[in-house]
């Protein structure tokens, strides 16, 4: 029974028609090869070589008198065997075709398959020399920028000769520094000096102010004492 399948074609496609399915299909084309029978029409050839045969070998065991009609079955039979054989020879060339075809296919998806390692090898390679490259680039960008800082400096002649000034300046501003530091170490000990000379006038002033007080203060005892005495003296001559 044969079962007719339908393939539902979508936008853009064209419907197509399976008189049988996938696996009955592959189940089929073994059964031709092996039968070599090419059309599903007709007698197919190993049955007819069969049948000649089954013919021949029923012939050959008659007891009659049949020794022509053997011998024209059996030709009858081989000449049905050599158009037998020959699409198997056949067969077997395309066969041995096939598998050298498929050697050299093995042979060529191995190169291929190697092609390719050897693809990304070389890739992996050049991404680490394109990398090794930035980095180079890099650095000479750094140096040429570093090289044009330096061109646009002056020669080191002058830079030597503005170096020697600088340090004669240095040298100057040191000698002075120096120089100042000793007028202020000795202003500082004529600034001591003069405090304890004012220090030592003002304990003198202080000391002449309280004598001068104390002298103050005596005086008016002594002047009432010398009154006393004149009046006495005066009284002890009015008594004599």
């Known amino acids: 029974m044969l079962v007719k399948g339908r393939k539902v074609a979508g936008k853009g496609e064209v419907a197509a028609h399976f008189a049988f399915g996938q696996h009955e299909d592959d189940i089929i084309i073994k059964h031709r090869l092996l039968t070599r029978t090419t059309t599903t029409r007709g007698e197919p050839p190993l049955k007819k070589l069969q049948k000649k045969f089954t013919t021949f070998a029923l012939e050959i065991e008659k007891d009659a008198d049949n020794y022509s009609d053997c011998e024209r079955l059996a030709k009858a039979f081989l000449q049905e065997l050599t158009t037998f054989e020959l699409p198997l020879l056949k067969s077997k060339a395309v066969i041995d075709a096939n598998l050298r075809e498929k050697e050299n296919f093995d042979e060529l998806q191995g190169e291929i398959t190697r092609q390719i390692v050897q693809a990304h090898d070389d890739i992996k390679d050049l991404k680490k020399q394109l990398e090794e490259s ?107």
């Open 134 to 240: 930035k980095i180079e680039r890099q650095h000479k960008e750094e140096c040429e920028a570093i090289r044009r800082l330096i061109a646009m400096q002056p020669p080191r002649s002058e830079t030597q000769k503005v170096i020697t000034e600088l340090e004669k300046e240095i040298a100057l501003l040191e000698a002075e520094n120096t120089a100042a530091s000793r007028t202020v170490e000795l202003r500082k000990k004529q600034f001591a000096l003069l405090l304890h000379v004012v220090d030592e006038l003002q304990n003198t002033i202080e000391e002449e102010q309280k004598s001068l007080i104390e002298e103050m203060r005596v005086a008016p005892d002594e002047h009432k004492n010398g009154v006393e005495y004149a009046a006495g003296c005066s009284e002890a001559m009015v008594v004599d």
